[in-house]
C-alpha cells in the first residue's frame, strides 16, 4: 500500500472489477490523466482472468479478494478500506470503463459543498451519452417509481454505481451494505438514516468490452429481491420490523 494514505490525500477512488481485463488499464489511465489529487484504489472481485494483474504496477493500490462476493462486497471492500484510512469522500467508479472521468467534478461539488450525503451521478436527467440497454430502462424505471413511492424521494437513475459519498454516509456502509444489486436499496438505507441524497447529469458510455455480470433472467431474479428488501426497510425505518 502507498504511503501516503489518509495523510495528503483525502479522496478516494473505488474501482470495482470483475474479469474486466478488457476495460481496466483503459479505466486506470483515465482516471490518472484528470491531474487531480486524490488516490485510486482497485478492488479485484475475484477475477479469473488478468485484471489483477494488470493493475499491478500501476500508481494505486489494489485489493484482491480471494473469491468473487458480487458489486456490493466489493464496493464495501472500498468504503471499509476507506474508513480505515481517513478519508474524507469516496467514489465509485466501475471498472467497465462506462463511467465518465470528466463529470467526476460535478459529482464531488454537492458533497464539497456540504449539500449532500451521497451524490448520484444520473445519465437521465439531461439524457447524455448511452442511456442502457431496454431490459435494464425498464429495471431503472420500477426501481425509481418504486424508491418515489415507498420514501417520496426522487431519484431518475437509481442503480447508477457513479456515486460520490461523504465520510458519514461510507462510513454507515462499511459497516453495512447490500451484497446483491446494491444501489437502489443504498438509497433507501440512506433515507432511513435521515441523510441527503443528490443527482447530478453525467455522461456514460456503452460497454466496450466483456459483458455484464447481471443478463436477463438475473435482472429480473435481482428487481424481485431488492424489491422486496426495500419494502423490508421501509418496515424497519416506520419501526414495525427491528
Do not use: W
Amino acid at each position: 500500500m502507498s504511503g501516503h494514505i489518509g495523510k495528503t490525500s483525502r479522496t478516494l477512488i473505488v474501482v470495482p472489477a470483475f474479469n474486466e481485463e478488457g476495460n481496466i488499464r483503459r479505466t486506470i489511465n483515465e482516471l490518472k490523466g484528470l491531474g487531480r489529487s486524490f488516490d485510486i484504489l482497485v478492488v479485484d472481485d475475484g477475477s479469473t482472468d488478468r485484471t489483477a494483474e494488470l493493475v499491478k504496477g500501476e500508481d494505486m493500490d489494489l485489493v484482491s479478494l480471494p473469491f468473487n462476493l458480487g458489486i456490493g462486497g466489493a464496493v464495501q471492500a472500498g468504503f471499509q478500506y476507506a474508513a480505515r484510512y481517513g478519508y474524507d469522500v469516496v467514489v465509485q467508479f466501475d471498472g467497465d470503463g462506462q463511467h465518465d472521468g470528466r463529470f467526476l467534478a460535478a459529482l464531488l461539488n454537492p458533497i464539497a459543498q456540504g449539500d449532500a450525503d451521497l451524490v448520484v451521478g444520473s445519465r437521465f436527467l439531461e439524457h447524455l451519452g448511452y442511456q442502457s440497454s431496454f431490459l435494464r430502462q425498464i429495471g431503472i424505471r420500477f426501481f425509481s417509481f418504486l424508491i418515489s413511492f415507498l420514501i417520496g424521494l426522487k431519484v431518475t437513475d437509481p442503480t447508477s454505481g457513479f456515486r460520490a459519498y461523504n465520510k458519514k454516509c461510507f462510513s454507515l456502509f462499511a459497516e453495512n451494505y447490500p451484497i446483491d444489486f446494491p444501489e437502489p436499496e443504498s438509497i433507501m438505507i440512506v433515507h432511513r438514516y435521515g441523510l441527503r441524497v443528490k443527482e447530478v447529469p453525467v455522461k456514460m458510455r456503452g460497454r466496450q468490452q466483456g459483458r455484464s455480470s447481471i443478463r436477463y433472467l438475473k435482472t429480473l431474479y435481482y428487481m424481485v429481491k431488492v424489491s422486496f428488501a426495500m419494502c423490508l426497510d421501509l418496515m424497519k425505518q416506520r419501526g414495525r420490523i427491528s
